[in-house]
Every structure is written in structure tokens, then in C-alpha cells.
């Protein structure tokens, strides 16, 4: 088992593509025409220029993406989380705020994109300038680390101090405003690729995946020939015009509009915005009487019919009534080998051979005699699937004949008359606390529409 | 699987240039039949107004990044299953059961509500039989069904609580019978790891779509083992993939932060959903019971929903302080559960 984790420096290749796209941004966000205005913000007694304010990045990406307020500070927010916008006030707290605190563009040499993975070494010569020049005053957890790399890579340390007396030095040479600006930029990048204990990891990628193209299939001649197969198989494929599907797809939406709680909401309310289980309570799998819209989509199709428990049930009623029953008792029990345990497979086979298929068996079910010969040849090696041809041929049997026989019999209409239509419960708890009930309009208003036009007509 | 070996007067190279090339062409037949966009024939549907979605419920208790999770038949119960850094715990509302195995990266309920099945580092997928008595020891009851050879990274089960489908880092996806463990079919095709599964809605239950790093989707037969359709069309892994509620078409998330709509009738792409300032990966995706919506967990903390039809983002959802890892809707459609690396769920209505 492979895990690279990201202090092996393992780089999740497709993290790049994400840094990438949010490089774009700040390049965007920098340009001269198009980009931000940038100033000189005072910090203390220095001034340092080309910095800018939280306010300016929040309203520049809202006119940019045309985004709200909110969704600008969370992707601002990214920004400064990711190392590209660094605050000047509070430097180790890398957090967006929307107001006048400075912030300022990191410089593409201290991108986490750029320099990666961060080596050791260089952390090491980071601590060790810090250290001097501090005089020994680091963090307590910047000194366990200090020590621990020294011990680590101690037969490289006079390279370590060396370099960093060298970088110290040429640093004195610039301005003051030039100093600080490269120590906050430095600062910035280790907060990122070193954070403190206990402070949120934002470089933190989870597992490693191998993603090896090569690793897991060789590209071999047999890998090309089943490619080839595939494709070949796959011209011949039947395939509709877009147009017909596309419509399909707007047709199923409408539908089904009605039922979708998250859409249009669901009386008497959502139970997860009312605290009202009545909706659960009244959709329970079998019910005394179930809701109208539950009878409705039943309608919809034979396997909308068959997938409800209640639905099922009363289509068993009205097959007896035709003497059909047989059929759905028949796909009941093949679907029961076809999901069942292995170990059950064979003397569930019999018995449905007994059961439907022997002749004057007490349920026959009438197939064709092309699949009935099929089928008994393949029940003297019975497996999951010896029934599956005998199966689809009841099953759209039933949904040919019976299901829209169904739809128009008396027992269906009697009850989708009877369902229930629930009220729409609007009752608050406390009378100074408003709860909303909807997440969207209310379906109560709908309802009363239609039952109101049915009355006229 | 012994390698045939070259014919005579081929190589290598001429297989990959026919390869190529019979790939060109069945992107050229795809594309014969499309007519009319997505987009042009939603026209006529009315504009969405922005969803008024908010967080109902913050799930606590998870010590770690929560990775998966599933929504039990009774329409309120769900197992969740997250990483620790010595151990791993599975949730239920009513459990916590510990096993020994880092990243749990699937889990899922069965359709009796009795048991749970988990998977994940230990390469294995476990079943585990649900209890009342709080007391028990859930975990000695824990019982190994899936056996790959690298992560396991998705399982559902099937039809019922006797089958189970497994995808998993090792580039395959595999049905097992759940009482003796035994391989019922196993489906080869993926270059690469596979990430993640979902089992198709159809009248005759026969096949699932899975998708990978290999950047493809691919729509398998169960019974035959056999790839059906491919669809290769992502700049990057695919992290999840979830069928329309007809199956007739399935959506993916990917790295690339895009999220795309597939048609299975038209065999073709045909919708991406995509923004500029959407530059995150998206690991997760779900349906609203319409179809209309589709909600999104991204690697930004946040959950964007969708207008299939007319492509536009309906609504961003703040809430998460980490990456959103699954985004599900709950089984009769009233709210949508988000897991996250924060360490809590969240349930929005």
C-alpha cells in the first residue's frame, strides 16, 4: 500500500491545475488596466507601497465574476489561505477581513506552486536567520523544529548558518520598507508550507493516488486490441437523436416537479425545516391511506409501481381479480434469485420450477415456447441468471397489458379518490419566533388551484 | 490475463494508430445525431429562483475528517464513516463502532437497514450487522466480503443485502456474494484507479456506471462483465459519479472543477458545469428527486447547485470550514447531507 504523505513529498499532480487557475485570478487581479488599484499603506512608521485593503479585493472579484458579497470573501478568503495575498497587519492569522486591513500580492518566487516541495534545508536556513536575528527568541515550536533539523541534517549546518548569515547580510544592504516586505513575504510562505501545531493545514491533500497510467495496465498489445473491440462494438451501437433525449430529460423535470421536496416543498411540511415528522409518518412504507401524490406516481411508470411497497400490494389485488397474479408472484421470485445468496440459488431454481414453469404446475405462468425451452434447458444447470429471459418476458408482459389496465380499473381511480392531501401546517410554536416551513413556494397554493378548477369543470 | 501476442504484420504501434483512430471515428458518430443542445431545448422552461436551502442540522461527533457517508430506507438515519489518526470510526445516528483501519473511504447501508458495509486502506469491504442493543460489540461482528488489491474507494449494495459492488484503487469494481464472500463477476477496463460507482435505476437492474482517475466513466453490464460505453471526456480525475433518477443519463465531479452531464441514449456529453471562479476540484455530486438540481461538494468548502437543464448555478451553500467529501439526498428527497473534512455532517433543507 502506497500512501505518500505530503512531508514525503508526494504532490497530488492535479493540485497544480488548481493553483494554476488561482495564479490567473491574481495575474488578472494585477493588471494594469484591468486589475486592482494599489496604494501605500502605512505600517507603523514605514510605508509600503503597493499594498491594498480587504475591501478592494472583495469588490474587485464581485465586479469581476459578478459574484455576491459572500461568495468574493470566500474565494478572496482562498487566496490569502493558499499563500498568494498576505496580510500585513496580524501576518499569522491568513484570513480575509472585509475592511480596510492591508494586504499585499505575494511575489511568484514564494508561490507554494513555485518552490515545491519545500525542502528542509530551506526551512532550516529560515529558522536559523529567524534565530539570529531574534537572538535566539524563536517560537517554542520554531525552536523543537530548529533542533530537531539540526540533529536531522546536522553534517550539512555550516552550510545552514553560512547561508544564512550570507541571505542576513545582503538583506541589510536594502531599504527598510524593501526589508519588511521580503521578510512578511518570506514569513508568509513557511506559515503556509510549515504551519504552527494545531493551526489548519491548508496543504493538506488527503491521500495520495497513484494515478499511474502505466502502473496498473501495461498499454500492451492485448490493451490495444480490447480497445479496438470496444470501439468497434461501440460504432455499431443504436443511438437516439439528442433532440428526443434532451426533451426526455425536461419531460422527467416536470413530472416530477411536484415531488421534489427540495424544489417545491412537501406537506404538511419538510421535517428537517419544521421539526414535524407528520410528512414521514404519512409516507411510511404501508399506510391505512396513502397521500395523493405517492397514488399519482405510480402512474408514472410500471417501475415506479412496483418499486413502492403499497403500490405492489394493491397491483397484486388487482391481478387476482384478473387471475394474472402468477406473473407478478413469477418476477417476484426470480428477482429473489437474482439478488439472493449464492449458496440458495439452486433450490430456489426448483422451486420455481415447480411453482410456475412445470407442466400443471399450480401457478403457470404462460411464456413463449421458444424462451420456455430456453429456460428449462438452463435450469439443469441452474445459475443467478437462468430465469432473466423468462423474467423480462412477464415483466413487459405486465407492463404492456396489466399496468395500463390498471390505471383505468375502478380500484386505481377509487384510490387516488380516496389519497390523502395534506394541509399545509403552519402553526409556530412560540408567537414571536417565525419558523419557516418551505424551503420554496408552497404546493398547498397549487393544490387548491387544481382542486378549485376541477370543481368548476 | 496471458497476452495474446502480436499477429503477424503487426506491432505495437499499428494497434495504437488503429486504436486512434477508431476512436476518432466514433466521436464523429457521436456527433452525427446531436441536433440541439441541452440548454436550447430548456428554454422553455422557467428561470429558477435562488433556493432558499439552508443547514437544519450541524452532525457532530466524528474526531476526524469525515469521508463518506449513506443514507439509510427510513429516510433519517445514516452511517458515516471518517479518518483518525489510530483508528477509524463508523457512525450510525445510534452506534459508534471502531475498526481497525485508517481512511474508511466507502460506506454504505443496506436496503434492510440491518447492516452497514465499509471499505477503505485495509483493501477489503466489510459487512457489519446492525444491532439495538447498544451494548454490543459491534466490530467483532464485522465480517470481510470484498478483497481487492490496492483502497477500496466505493461499495454499494445491490438490490439487496446479499450483493455487494465494490470499485477500488486497484483499477477494477467487483460484485460479491455477500454470505461466503465469493467474486461473482469483476470488471476490468480502467487504466487507473477507479473512484467511485453507482448503481443504475432501471427497470431490468443491469448495470453501473464507475469513474476514475484514468479521467474516464465507464457503464458496465453486471451480468456479462463487459464495458458497454465509455465516456472520456474530463481534464482530470473523476472523483464521483451518480446516475440521473430516469438512468437514462448520469452526472461526474472532477478535479478539473467541472462537474459534467452524460446521456446514455445519445452516448455523448452534454452539459459541463463550470464557472471561472470555480477553480476547485469537485469531489461529490447528487440529484434533487427531480432531476432538476444538482448539488455539488467542492474542494473549496463549499456546495454549488446546478440547473441541469439550463446550466446555471442556482445557489452556493457556505457552511463547511473543509473539503465537502459527499454530498447525498436523502431517499424520499426532503434534504441533501454533506460530509466534510471538518469533521461534522450537515443536513440542508
Given at each position: 500500500m502506497t500512501i505518500n504523505t505530503l512531508a514525503k513529498?508526494?504532490?497530488?499532480?492535479d493540485q497544480m491545475a488548481c493553483f494554476r487557475k488561482m495564479e490567473k485570478v491574481i495575474v488578472a487581479m494585477q493588471d494594469?488596466?484591468?486589475g486592482m488599484k494599489m496604494r501605500n499603506q502605512r505600517l507603523l512608521i514605514t510605508v509600503i507601497p503597493h499594498a491594498m485593503t480587504g475591501r478592494d479585493v472583495i469588490n474587485w472579484l464581485m465586479q469581476k465574476y459578478n459574484m455576491c458579497e459572500e461568495e468574493a470573501l470566500h474565494l478572496g478568503g482562498m487566496l490569502v489561505r493558499y499563500g498568494y495575498i498576505y496580510p500585513l497587519?496580524?501576518?499569522?492569522?491568513?484570513v480575509l477581513r472585509a475592511d480596510e486591513s492591508p494586504y499585499r500580492f505575494q511575489t511568484p518566487y514564494f508561490?507554494?506552486?513555485?518552490?515545491?516541495?519545500?525542502t528542509e534545508l530551506d526551512y532550516a536556513i529560515y529558522l536559523a536567520k529567524k534565530n539570529i536575528r531574534k537572538q535566539g527568541e524563536l517560537m517554542e515550536y520554531e525552536k523543537e523544529r530548529y533542533s530537531v533539523l539540526h540533529k536531522r541534517i546536522n553534517h550539512t549546518w555550516d552550510f545552514v548558518v553560512m547561508q544564512a548569515r550570507e541571505q542576513l547580510r545582503a538583506s541589510k544592504q536594502r531599504r527598510k520598507a524593501d526589508r519588511i516586505v521580503l521578510e512578511c513575504q518570506e514569513q508568509a510562505y513557511w506559515l503556509i508550507n510549515?504551519?504552527?501545531?494545531?493551526?489548519?493545514?491548508?496543504?493538506?491533500?488527503?491521500l495520495e493516488r497513484p494515478n499511474n497510467f502505466s502502473t496498473r495496465v501495461t498499454l500492451n498489445s492485448d490493451y490495444y486490441k480490447r480497445e479496438i473491440e470496444f470501439c468497434r462494438r461501440a460504432l455499431g451501437r443504436n443511438r437516439v437523436k439528442s433532440s428526443i433525449c434532451l426533451e426526455g430529460f425536461v419531460k422527467y423535470s416536470e413530472q416530477y416537479l411536484s415531488h421534489d421536496p427540495i424544489m417545491q416543498g412537501c406537506l404538511p411540511s419538510n421535517p428537517w425545516i419544521s421539526d414535524d415528522t407528520a410528512h414521514w409518518t404519512m409516507n411510511?412504507?404501508?399506510?391505512?391511506i396513502p397521500s395523493r401524490l405517492r397514488v399519482e406516481r405510480w402512474s408514472f411508470s410500471f417501475m415506479e409501481l412496483l418499486n413502492d411497497a403499497m403500490g405492489r400490494r394493491e397491483f397484486m389485488t388487482y391481478l387476482e381479480k384478473e387471475f394474472s397474479a402468477e406473473n407478478l408472484c413469477f418476477w417476484q421470485a426470480c428477482e429473489d434469485i437474482r439478488h439472493g445468496e449464492n449458496s440458495r440459488i439452486v433450490e430456489k431454481v426448483e422451486e420455481v420450477y415447480k411453482n410456475?414453469?412445470?407442466?400443471?404446475?399450480?401457478?403457470w405462468v404462460n411464456i413463449d415456447s421458444k424462451t420456455m425451452d430456453k429456460t428449462l434447458k438452463g435450469i439443469q444447470h441452474?445459475?443467478?441468471?437462468?430465469m432473466d429471459d423468462a423474467q423480462m418476458h412477464i415483466y413487459f408482459l405486465m407492463k404492456k397489458d396489466s399496468f395500463p389496465r390498471y390505471l383505468k380499473s375502478d380500484l386505481y381511480k377509487n384510490m387516488l379518490a380516496k389519497a390523502i392531501v395534506p394541509q399545509e401546517v403552519k402553526k409556530?410554536?412560540?408567537?414571536?419566533m417565525r419558523r419557516q416551513?418551505?424551503?420554496?413556494?408552497?404546493?398547498a397554493q397549487a393544490v387548491a388551484q387544481a382542486s378549485e378548477e376541477e370543481g368548476r369543470a | 490475463m496471458a497476452c495474446q501476442g502480436l499477429q503477424k504484420g503487426e506491432t505495437l504501434a499499428s494497434l495504437k494508430t488503429e486504436s486512434d483512430g477508431l476512436k476518432k471515428k466514433l466521436e464523429v458518430e457521436r456527433g452525427k445525431?446531436?441536433?440541439?443542445e441541452l440548454h436550447q431545448v430548456a428554454e422553455k422552461t422557467e428561470v429558477l429562483g435562488a433556493l432558499s436551502i439552508k443547514t437544519r442540522r450541524v452532525l457532530k461527533g466524528?474526531?476526524?475528517?469525515?469521508?463518506c457517508m449513506d443514507w439509510c430506507k427510513d429516510k433519517r438515519r445514516l452511517v458515516s464513516s471518517s479518518q483518525v489518526r489510530t483508528s477509524t470510526d463508523l457512525w450510525t445516528r445510534e452506534h459508534g463502532v471502531s475498526l481497525?483501519?485508517?481512511?474508511?473511504?466507502a460506506c454504505a447501508y443496506a436496503p434492510s437497514g440491518c447492516a452497514v458495509a465499509c471499505g477503505g486502506l485495509d483493501n477489503k469491504c466489510s459487512v457489519i450487522p446492525l444491532s439495538?442493543?447498544?451494548?454490543?460489540?459491534?466490530a467483532a461482528k464485522k465480517k470481510s466480503v470484498a478483497m481487492h488489491t490496492n483502497y477500496v474507494s466505493g461499495c454499494t449494495f445491490t438490490n439487496s443485502d446479499m450483493q455487494m459492488l465494490t470499485s477500488s484503487g486497484d483499477g477494477t469494481c467487483a460484485l460479491w456474494?455477500?454470505?461466503?464472500?465469493?467474486?461473482l463477476q469483476s470488471f476490468h477496463g480502467h487504466t487507473a484507479d477507479v473512484l467511485s460507482l453507482d448503481l443504475a435505476p432501471s427497470e431490468t437492474g443491469n448495470t453501473f456506471v464507475s469513474g476514475g482517475c484514468d479521467r474516464k466513466a465507464n457503464v458496465w453490464d453486471m451480468r456479462s462483465g463487459q464495458n458497454i460505453q465509455s465516456f472520456e471526456s474530463?481534464?482530470?480525475?473523476?472523483n464521483c459519479v451518480k446516475y440521473y433518477p430516469s438512468g437514462d443519463a448520469f452526472a461526474s465531479a472532477s478535479d478539473d472543477a467541472t462537474c459534467r452531464f452524460y446521456d446514455l441514449r445519445a452516448d455523448r456529453e452534454v452539459a459541463v458545469y463550470q464557472k471561472d471562479s470555480i477553480v476547485f476540484g469537485a469531489s461529490t455530486v447528487d440529484f434533487s428527486l427531480s432531476g432538476r438540481l444538482l448539488f455539488a461538494g467542492y474542494n473549496d468548502y463549499t456546495i454549488n447547485a446546478w440547473?441541469?437543464?439550463?446550466?446555471?448555478?442556482v445557489s452556493i451553500l457556505f457552511g463547511?470550514?473543509?473539503?465537502?467529501?459527499r454530498v447525498k439526498l436523502s431517499p424520499d428527497g426532503t434534504a441533501i447531507c454533506s460530509a466534510s473534512w471538518d469533521n461534522t455532517l450537515r443536513i440542508w433543507a
Open positions: 513529498g508526494g504532490w497530488h499532480r494594469p488596466d484591468m497587519k496580524e501576518p499569522r492569522s491568513l508561490w507554494t506552486s513555485t518552490r515545491w516541495p519545500a510549515r504551519p504552527p501545531p494545531g493551526a489548519y493545514n491548508i496543504l493538506d491533500m488527503g411510511t412504507e404501508v399506510v391505512p410456475f414453469l412445470a407442466p400443471g404446475a399450480a401457478r441452474p445459475h443467478r441468471f437462468v409556530s410554536v412560540f408567537p414571536f416551513r418551505h424551503s420554496s413556494p408552497s404546493p | 445525431l446531436n441536433d440541439v466524528h474526531g476526524a475528517k469525515v469521508l481497525p483501519c485508517t481512511w474508511v473511504m439495538l442493543d447498544k451494548d454490543e460489540n459491534l456474494d455477500v454470505e461466503s464472500g465469493q467474486l474530463h481534464e482530470s480525475d473523476i440547473d441541469v437543464l439550463k446550466g446555471n448555478r463547511h470550514e473543509n473539503r465537502v467529501s
